[in-house]
């Protein structure tokens, strides 16, 4: 069965602080996978998108990494800022024999205090 | 060049009635996917549509749901007769066409500000 699975389910950091998300997952054949950030009431934004062969992309603040051996992924974002408190929600595409498919996580509800 | 729209952003229905939600995907693309989120909830997959055809509704319940894709016009999804347990947020994503075998394209979906869908 495709899945993604994220930890913490919640996390509540300092402003300033460094902070790291993970993510595992099942889902075969493997596409690509993508970390969102999904503000309160809206819809979620692409933070940056990883393909098999990339083991990390950063996107300013924000470094992604990825093992496609261990099938996980993490989520770095350094320098908190209060505007990061969002869901970040990893998503794979893939699985089931076709490609058009995103399986999402749960996402981890970031909470940055001043 | 505009988002991918949905309307209305926030719907109440009681229930027993129909609701239709819309979404105008972003200028170019032609395939839509349809998502909801539960609350406290991740987005799960429903459907996936390209103009005037479903491609993939394994993720769409199979009574009082149904979702079309025009040659002209938004992409619709109607929920008839509907019960407390449809209260949740639907969200439509809009990505290019496929490309063929061997291409890099990206074909990044990128997501409306979603429905909120409260049934009374």
């Known amino acids: 069965k495709n899945q993604v699975e994220q930890s913490p389910q919640s996390l509540i950091i300092l402003e300033g602080k460094n902070c790291t998300l993970q993510c595992n997952y099942t889902v075969s054949p493997f596409s690509n996978l993508r970390w969102y950030k999904q503000d309160t009431g809206r819809g979620p934004v692409s933070l940056t998108i990883m393909t098999f062969s990339e083991n990390t992309k950063s996107n300013g603040r924000y470094t992604a990494t990825l093992d496609a051996d261990t099938k996980q992924s993490s989520l770095h974002i350094t320098a908190s800022q209060l505007s990061d408190s969002a869901s970040y929600i990893c998503v794979v595409r893939g699985g089931g024999g076709s490609n058009y498919k995103l399986t999402f996580g749960k996402g981890t509800l970031l909470t940055v205090n001043p | 060049n505009a988002g991918v729209m949905q309307n209305p952003r926030h719907l109440v229905r009681r229930r027993g009635q129909e609701a239709r939600l819309r979404c105008s995907p972003m200028k170019g693309h032609s395939h839509v996917y349809w998502y909801r989120q539960l609350p406290e909830e991740g987005l799960k997959f429903m459907v996936y549509l390209q103009k005037e055809n479903i491609i993939d509704e394994s993720g769409m319940p199979k009574e009082r749901f149904s979702a079309e894709f025009p040659k002209e016009g938004p992409s619709i999804l109607r929920i008839q007769q509907v019960v407390r347990g449809d209260s949740a947020a639907y969200f439509c994503?809009?990505?290019?066409?496929?490309?063929?075998?061997?291409?890099?394209?990206?074909?990044?979906?990128?997501f409306g500000q979603g429905t909120r869908l409260t049934v009374v």
């Open positions: 994503a809009s990505s290019p066409p496929r490309p063929r075998a061997g291409s890099t394209l990206n074909t990044e979906a990128f």
